[in-house]
């Protein structure tokens, strides 16, 4: 079984300028999530999506992060303007339906903003 | 919100020790796992514990629900335990949300 694919794996950036980053989940899980995590900290969930409906985005700062998951497949993060506290590992996660303890994460893209 | 607080913050073993390692969650839960965050940074679920006692090779977790508390127990532990381990709760609702805790570093040297 292919894992949770995330790509860039690094991105170094200016502030102010934008950035996207880009999750394939496991083939069949439902659930896909969109994880932030700055350095020393545990991850922070910033959005949850059901298929392709927004589920939890609570914790989004919404006024330069958005997300998408066209077709409740691919799901796209975004940033815009990026500000150098967005410096972190953006995670991505995925589970089966029925299975919410069966997380299974991406390898991250680091963002660096300078 | 819910608060989840791990400890030790750092470990250092030599290979072959055994440790134990704590969460401690301020509310009741409906879901617990523990992850293991390799130095390349991949976060790997070792264990789905809401209660009970639950043992993979080497690594065991127990959780009592009633206390709040959990704890993962890594005997003969060997280079490649090295990492972050972190707990994650969630209470219920329709998101399911998990909430990590601090996370223990732990480096094992040989």
């Known amino acids: 079984e292919a894992g949770v694919a995330q790509s860039p794996r690094y991105k170094i950036i200016e502030k102010r300028q934008s950035v996207a980053f880009w999750c394939n989940p496991i083939?069949?899980?439902?659930?896909l999530y969109w994880y932030q995590q700055i350095l020393g900290q545990g991850p922070k969930l910033l959005i949850q999506?059901?298929?392709?409906?927004?589920?939890?985005d609570s914790q989004l700062p919404k006024d330069r992060f958005s997300a998408e998951r066209l077709k409740g497949v691919d799901s796209t993060l975004k940033i815009q303007p990026a500000k150098l506290e967005d410096s972190a590992v953006y995670l991505c996660?995925?589970?089966?339906?029925?299975?919410?303890?069966?997380?299974?994460f991406g390898s991250g893209t680091r963002l660096t903003v300078v | 919100g819910i608060q989840v607080e791990q400890s030790p913050p750092d470990l250092i073993l030599q290979e072959g020790a055994n440790s134990t390692l704590r969460c401690n969650f301020s509310d009741s839960v409906n879901n617990l796992q523990w992850f293991h965050q390799n130095p390349w940074g991949q976060l790997i679920n070792l264990f789905y514990i809401p209660s009970g006692t639950k043992q993979n090779g080497r690594l065991s977790a127990t959780t009592v629900a009633t206390e709040r508390y959990s704890l993962l127990y890594i005997s003969s532990s060997q280079t490649t335990d090295s990492g972050v381990y972190f707990c994650?709760?969630?209470?219920?609702?329709?998101?399911?949300?998990?909430?990590f805790g601090t996370g223990t570093l732990l480096a094992v040297q040989p």
């Open positions: 996660a995925s589970t089966a339906p029925g299975q919410s303890h069966g997380y299974t």
């Open positions: 994650a709760v969630a209470y219920g609702g329709a998101t399911n949300k998990l909430i």
């Open positions: 083939s069949g899980h439902a659930t």
């Open positions: 999506f059901q298929n392709n409906g927004v589920v939890d």
